[in-house]
């Protein structure tokens, strides 16, 4: 691409500035508003809502659904019957989308559980789209396996022998694929697909709300109608994706686990904590320390890297901040990598899935969650993080 003329760099540069909360404005130098380059688009060829996408130079195929016009997804489903199995995070969103998009779709869940409770407040109705597990699967057609994973492995015994010639739908490739852990072996003349929304299921729901869809994988674990992969892309737009992904069951849940317990959550949350008591330890405020630890990543830094990539927001910042950030990215690369792929081997060999299932299978789980919860909301960074919080304007009392 052409690099973008002076005065394209001028108005993102500007729309940047405008569009930046105050702490952010305040660390852009007017050689870093220059340096704002516009984001490249990627290469791609379409196909009827299908595009090969130039990845940094490793072609892959998307699934859009503008392939799967809602007149198109109610034709195709209009003899299934949705039995969606679970109503958490994952089976609300999925389930209202489903319902919303006009599909018959049903919810099955244990009676006056938590979810059964919560499927009533969303609409559901006990008897006429909510029912009991095993009365759900017996009438639907495609069965999709939205309980908690732990669950899924404890339920599998009743739940098999039910699911002769119906369709078998996880959001995650963990059952199947630590099956010798899980116990959990598809029967074999049965299609088993996966669609894993790369998101919560909260924002599942939100961003359809919003006329938006969330990037979710798909996959074929097993395909004896020849309709597999299709069915698959096809439930992965009813239930609210914008782009689909192809994978493996395998690659699917090797790279969650990582994620999870990596980069997205575990990880950062070890690197935010030990930021902020090395600064707490040398004698900086709980204030300072959290507002330079978290507060600027969150709502300043990061929506950058999220809106145009690192080096946008390389470019948004001071050129102290800068030359500091270039020249520790590769001493912390270097630290943390060996980490890395203890993790990737402890996900690999089941480690984690052992682990996550005698856990989550125990029954006072929720109970000792809870209490690691609540040690981490009563952790310094935290309760500071709070009272930074409540000075945000949309905080403040009007
Ligand atoms: N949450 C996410 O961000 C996310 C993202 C992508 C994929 N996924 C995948 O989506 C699937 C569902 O995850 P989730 O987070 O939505 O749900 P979850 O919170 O892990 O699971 C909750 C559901 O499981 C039910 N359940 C738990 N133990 C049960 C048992 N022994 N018997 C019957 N039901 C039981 C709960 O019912 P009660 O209320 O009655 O206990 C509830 O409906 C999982 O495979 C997960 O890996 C999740």
Redesign the pocket.
């Known amino acids: 691409m052409a690099a973008p003329s002076r005065a394209l760099r001028s108005a993102l540069a500007r729309q940047l500035v405008r569009s930046a909360p105050a702490v952010q404005r305040r660390g852009l130098s007017l050689a870093a508003r220059a340096a704002v380059v516009a984001p490249k688009v990627p290469n791609y060829t379409q196909q009827r809502g299908l595009k090969t996408i130039d990845f940094a130079g490793t072609p892959e195929v998307v699934y859009e659904r503008s392939d799967w016009p809602r007149e198109k997804l109610l034709d195709y489903f209009k003899n299934d019957t949705l039995a969606l199995i679970?109503?958490?995070?994952?089976?609300h969103g999925q389930g209202l989308n489903l319902r919303d998009n006009g599909l018959n779709v049903i919810v099955g869940?244990?009676k006056n559980?938590?979810?059964?409770n919560e499927a009533i407040q969303d609409g559901w109705v006990p008897g006429k789209n909510l029912f009991e597990?095993d009365e759900a699967i017996s009438k639907g057609t495609i069965v999709m396996n939205?309980?908690?994973?732990?669950?899924?492995s404890?339920?599998w015994p009743a739940i098999k022998p039910q699911l002769k010639g119906k369709t078998l739908y996880?959001?995650?490739g963990?059952s199947p694929v630590f099956k010798d852990l899980t116990k959990v072996e598809v029967p074999s003349d049965i299609d088993v697909i996966l669609v894993?929304?790369k998101?919560?299921?909260r924002t599942v729901r939100s961003l359809f709300k919003a006329g938006k869809g969330i990037n979710s994988s798909i996959a074929v674990w097993q395909d004896v109608t020849g309709k597999a992969k299709e069915k698959a892309i096809a439930l992965g737009v009813a239930v609210g994706s914008g782009y689909l992904y192809e994978t493996t069951f395998e690659k699917e849940v090797y790279s969650d686990l990582m994620g999870e317990r990596g980069s997205l959550m575990g990880g950062i949350h070890g690197m935010f904590l030990a930021q902020y008591e090395v600064l707490r330890e040398r004698g900086h405020s709980p204030s300072e320390a959290f507002n330079e630890t978290v507060e600027e990543a969150t709502q300043s830094l990061y929506p950058l890297i999220g809106a145009n990539g690192m080096d946008w927001m390389y470019a948004a910042c001071s050129t102290t901040a800068r030359r500091g950030a270039l020249d520790w990215t590769n001493k912390f690369k270097d630290a943390i990598k060996p980490v890395m792929n203890d993790l990737y081997t402890s996900v690999a060999d089941g480690t984690e899935t052992k682990r996550s299932l005698d856990y989550n299978s125990a029954p006072d789980y929720r109970q000792k969650y809870e209490a690691e919860l609540e040690e981490i909301r009563n952790l310094e960074i935290w309760r500071a993080g709070k009272a930074v919080r409540s000075l945000r304007p949309e905080n403040q009392e009007k």
């Open positions: 679970g109503y958490g995070s994952q089976g869940v244990r559980g938590a979810s059964w597990v939205l309980l908690s994973d732990a669950a899924q404890e339920t996880f959001s995650h963990f894993a929304p998101g919560s299921g």
